[in-house]
Every structure is written in C-alpha cells, then in structure tokens.
C-alpha cells in the first residue's frame, strides 16, 4: 500500500552521490524521485525506484547504510494552491509532515508530491475525504 | 578463603623485605648465567651488590620484548636445559615465537600462584572446573590445569572449542567453574540461548576469564548472559602465564602475587616510576623464576597500581583491569587517550561492533582529535535530527570519558580501513618525535 523509500546514509564529500546513481543505473534501477537532506558532515538520500526491495540489496551489499521508510504518494492538482491546500488538510488534523519532495511524473494531470507523516494511515483517511487522491505502491513504483 | 594465608596476607613490611632479598639473589643470578643481563647491567654500570634496597630497581635497565625476540629460542634461560622441563611459546602471527621455559620449581610456583587466583575467586575442591582455555604451547590451558588440581578441584580439562560438546558435558557433570577468555564466554552463552539448554540444569556460579583485556561492561554482560561471577585473572606467558594477578570477590582490582612477581607502574615515554594511583606502563620483575627470569620487563600493558588493603585480606599491591595498550596510546593535549576507551563508550551506546578511528592533528597550537565513527544499519534512521543527535550523543560520551574535546564525524561504513580482519584505529597526522615507537 505505502510506498517504499529507499534512504542512504551519504557521507558530505564529492563523488558520494554520483557512486549511488551509477551503481543503480549499472544494476537497471529508474530513479522515480529523489531528495538530499544534509547536514556540513553528512546527507540523507531519498530515492523511490522500481524494485525498492532488490534496490535496497544492491546498496547494502555494495557496503551502504540504508533504510526503508514508508511514504505516502499524494495528487496534488496542478495549480496555485493545490499544495498548499493538502498541507494546510493536513496540519488542522494534526498531522506533523517531516519532509515532503516532488515527483518527476505527473498522474493524470495532476502533480504527485512524496510526504513523510508520521501516521500513515490517518492522513490518508484524511486526505480521501476532501477527495484527495493518495497512490498506490504499485502505481507509484511502475510510473 | 586463600591458599596461602602466610604469603597473601603477610604485612607489607615484612613482604618488602622478602622481595629484596629475592630481588638481590635474581641479579645475581642473571648476571651470573645469562649474557645479555651481564651485559645490559654492566652498561648500566651496576654489579649484582649494588642493589641495597628496593628504590634501586629504578636503577636496573629494562627489559624489553625485543630483547626476547632477539635472543630466540634459548638466549634469555638462566638455567641448562637438562633443567628445564617445560617450554611454552607465543602464538605470535608474525616470525618468530617468544620461547618461555621453566624448571621444575618453576611449575610448581605457578601451580602456587594459580591456586591461589582460583581461590582469590572463589573456587574450591568441590568444585568442578571446566577448563576451556587452549592447552598446548599456550600457557591458559596448563597453566590453570596445574593451579585446579593442586586446589583439588575436579578438572574437566576440555581445551578450547567444539562448544555445543563443552555445554553437554556442563549439563551433565554439573559443571561450577569455567575458565576460559571472556570473548569465549560470550560466544558460549550464545550458543547456550541458541540450543534452548534448560538453565535449570547448568550450575556454573564462577568464571575465571583472562588471556584478553575486557571492559567492565563486557564482565556485566558475561554475568548476566551466564549467571556467574565473572572473575578477571590476569598474565602473560613471559612472566609465567595465567597466574600473575587475580580479583577476588571484592571486585578491587586485581592482586598481584608480588612476593613472586614485582610490579611497578611507569611512563612510557620517560621510564620514570609513577606514584601509585597514577596511569601507565606495567613493568614486571619475576623474583623467583629460575629458568626464565626477567628484570624489568615491560609488558606494554596500561594500568594502575594500588597499595591500600583489600576487604579480603589480602596484602598483594593490586592493579587496575588493564586499560590498554603502550601501542596504541597517545597523547593528545596532555592527556592519555587510548582507543579502548572510545570503544567502551560505542559499547555503551549500543554499537554491538564499533568502526571507528582517532584522526590526530594539531591545529596549531593544541592537538585535535577527530573521531570517525562509522553509522551501522542498527543506528540509522532516514531522520536528519536523530542522526545529529546520535552525533552529540557520542561526542558528549567521549568527552566525558576523556576530559578533553573531540570532534565526531559520522562516516559511511567501511570507510575504516580493515587489514588482516583488524581495523586500523589511529591516524596521527601530527609531527612529533618519537610518536610511533612501542
Ligand atoms: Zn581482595
């Protein structure tokens, strides 16, 4: 259901970043979205790619800190205030938003944004009923 | 309960009177029958009766552990080899062994003195010991064989390894004492959860665990994980082998039979004698070994002595757990900084395996320690704030630990350089005479 990210632990020198994406581009993994939070010392990347299971080996077994968090694949429509409407959606229930980055695609007309919430669930309860359109694993995994 | 009240409980007068004695016959003896002493001490410009009292063991030259490499196999016996019964050797990986040898009372004054750490930690004649240190040219094994007969204990003299084997004979000899290393210890209670044994039906109540520096949390774990008292037994093989010092109950440090072996606490950049209390190189003097004596001889182990009674009863000067070793210290601002110390701050914090390594530098003018450690899995979170709070955490911890400011950098695993399984722990980029030396 979720959508499965894969986090890396890089650390802040040249050449981290690039070492990741041709080790998924050598193994046939499509970087569907990405983000870096990072700190003087170190980063985080934060991928969805096809196969986020076998992804997840490839990294580990190539000596890389990883993790698997699960997010949650929002529509937004695709016009001033669309955004803003879901996290404001989202703040009056009380739901604290860690991160959130943007997808490359688009989903039927609509921009697809990556939140990290801390419950799940309830803000995809939340979101479908203001007719919010939350995406699947599948879908999200294949776009 | 002791082997030889006479001698642990004996009163330091009277003691410092027998170690001169003992001490003045020891020069004598290697000036006499061993080339390499008559030599260094005629360098020294000593002869055999200038020792006068104890505060001249000053004055006697060092022994070192090249000097036992450059004299292999036989250069360092003081006794004919139609005397020596027995010789033990070093498991060193790289050339040649360190050869150790003894006579026949040799062997029975280890026997003594291993019967006497047995009963420092609490074990008796009914008691049955399971002997799981390697025997062999490794001196565990023979050397706490011959200490548990001579108390009477029923010996199981197993060896190392083969460990489900060593958990059924446990079961079923009700096994009460296990000597073994620490690290075996753990791995043993590991294999102890894996096998579901019924606990009921294991009796271990007391470890005598050696052969390995341990930190204190290692022992908390090991008694935990085993339900015994995890005694620490301390030696070296070119002293005599297990045998050297011992704690007894009162967890005081470890009591070093010093009418046998004469312990002084250095620093090892200077040679100076430290006050006791103080931390630095443990030197020992054998007083009374025959075929293999040493003067001086510099164990390259850190600790600290102390001369306060003991609760026990004991006499014997006791020193600390040893905190490390001469090769890997440094000194950083002043202070002594040896890598266990980051690593049982990384135990501490749950690192099960800690990788990490001390960048030394000197940013004019005061030294800069950085250290590395290396996020595990275990510890990462795909949080930014949990990661830079893992990062004070630790630099917090260590400088506590410490007393001196560190920078903590979070690397990437496996950015530790590994050679022969053995991470390396130090990078000393500063410029200073004489840094590297043991
Ligand atoms: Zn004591």
């Known amino acids: ?143 | 309960m002791y082997w030889n009240r006479e001698m642990e409980c004996m009163p330091a007068e009277k003691r410092q009177k027998l170690q001169l004695m003992r001490l003045r016959e020891l020069v004598r003896r290697v000036y006499e029958n061993v080339p390499h002493y008559q030599r260094v001490l005629r360098e020294a410009g000593l002869r055999p009766g200038d020792v006068k009292s104890l505060d001249n063991l000053a004055h006697l030259p060092f022994t070192a552990k090249e000097d036992l490499r450059r004299t292999y196999p036989f250069g360092l016996f003081a006794t004919p080899l139609a005397n020596t019964v027995r010789v033990h050797a070093s498991s060193g990986t790289t050339g040649k062994p360190i050869v150790v040898g003894y006579t026949r009372k040799d062997i029975d004054t280890w026997s003594e003195v291993m019967a006497r750490t047995l009963m420092c930690a609490g074990v008796k004649d009914d008691d049955i010991i399971q002997i799981a240190y390697g025997y062999g040219l490794f001196t565990g094994g023979l050397g706490v064989h011959y200490g548990a007969e001579k108390i009477g204990a029923t010996v199981v003299p197993i060896s190392v390894g083969n460990t489900k084997r060593q958990i059924m004979l446990m079961e079923d000899f009700g096994t009460t004492a296990l000597a073994c290393t620490p690290s075996y210890a753990l791995h043993l209670s590991e294999v102890l959860e894996e096998m579901g044994t019924d606990r009921s039906r294991i009796r271990l109540r007391v470890g005598v665990f050696g052969a390995e520096s341990w930190s204190p949390q290692m022992a908390r774990e090991i008694e935990k994980k085993l339900n015994v008292v995890a005694v620490d037994i301390f030696g070296l093989s070119e002293i005599i082998g297990p045998g050297v010092a011992s704690e007894c109950l009162y967890n005081t440090g470890l009591h070093i039979f010093d009418d046998h072996f004469l312990p002084e606490i250095i620093d090892p950049a200077t040679g100076t004698q430290l006050p006791p209390g103080e931390e630095g190189e443990l030197v020992i003097t054998t007083l009374t070994k025959e075929a293999f004596p040493l003067i001086r001889y510099r164990t390259r182990d850190i600790a600290t002595l102390h001369a306060e009674p003991c609760p026990c009863g004991r006499t014997h000067v006791r020193m600390s757990k040893v905190m490390g070793r001469t090769d890997d210290m440094l000194i950083i601002r002043g202070v002594n900084v040896f890598p266990s110390q980051i690593e049982s701050v990384l135990l501490e914090i749950g690192h099960a395996e800690p990788h990490y390594l001390l960048v030394v530098d000197r940013k004019s003018p005061l030294d800069h320690l950085e250290v590395w450690v290396e996020v595990s899995e275990r510890f990462f979170r795909d949080e930014v704030r949990h990661l830079e709070s893992l990062g004070k955490t630790i630099k917090r911890e260590i400088e506590g630990t410490l007393g001196i400011g560190v920078e903590v950098k979070l690397v990437e695993p496996k950015t530790i350089e590994r050679s022969q399984g053995k991470a390396k722990r130090v990078v000393d980029k500063r410029d200073l005479p004489g840094k590297n030396k043991p």
């Open chain 1, 1 to 143: 259901m979720w959508v499965k990210q894969i986090s890396v632990f890089l650390e802040n020198k040249s050449g981290r970043l690039a070492a990741v994406a041709r080790l998924l581009a050598d193994n046939g993994f499509n970087i569907r979205a990405l983000s870096i939070a990072d700190t003087s010392d170190f980063g985080i990347l934060r991928l969805i790619v096809n196969d986020p299971a076998r992804a997840y080996q490839v990294l580990k077994d190539a000596g890389f800190t990883v993790s698997e968090t699960e997010v949650l694949a929002v529509e937004v429509p695709d016009r001033p205030g669309g955004l803003a409407g879901v996290l404001d959606l989202l703040h009056d229930t009380g739901i604290n938003i860690e991160y959130l980055y943007a997808f490359v695609s688009k989903s039927g007309g609509n921009a697809l944004v990556l939140l990290k919430v801390e419950a799940l669930e309830r803000a995809v309860e939340v979101l479908g009923a203001n007719g919010i359109q939350v995406q699947d694993y599948h879908i999200v995994h294949q776009i």
